[in-house]
Nanobody, 114 residues
Framework: QVQFVESGGGLVQPGGSLRLSCAASGRFFSAYIMAWYRQAPGKQREWVATIYTGGNTNYPDSTKGRFTISRDNAKNTVYLQMNSLKPDDTAVYYC????????WGQGTQVTVSS
């Protein structure tokens, strides 16, 4: 089973930026459609961004234009560049194979606050 280790979270002021990383184990990373998700306290986990094997990306309206997902298949790593952060972006961020219901990592906490 593929395992994920997320990192790069922290405390940032509104309007600031963070870059998250997610390192994946296994040999077939380049074949996976990868996604970032987040879960705020008391809320359902929600989709944040997707990157396809060819590099195309997709975002919900809540993150479009502010977040950028990318991948480095040589490093088995997917990234999430987050700009213009808002307090509503506060959550634990996770990466996973798109559509997967299991195999979640520990996530990385992002807190946007002044």
């Amino acid at each position: 089973q593929v395992q994920f280790v997320e990192s790069g979270g922290g405390l940032v002021q509104p309007g600031g930026s963070l870059r998250l990383s997610c390192a994946a184990s296994g040999r077939f990373f380049s074949a996976y459609i990868m996604a970032w998700y987040r879960q705020a306290p008391g809320k359902q986990r929600e989709w944040v961004a997707t990157i396809y094997t060819g590099g195309n990306t997709n975002y919900p309206d809540s993150t479009k234009g502010r977040f950028t997902i990318s991948r480095d298949n040589a490093k088995n790593t997917v990234y999430l560049q987050m700009n213009s952060l808002k307090p509503d972006d506060t959550a634990v961020y996770y990466c996973n194979i798109a559509g997967s219901t299991g195999g979640w990592g520990q996530g990385t906490q992002v807190t946007v606050s002044s």
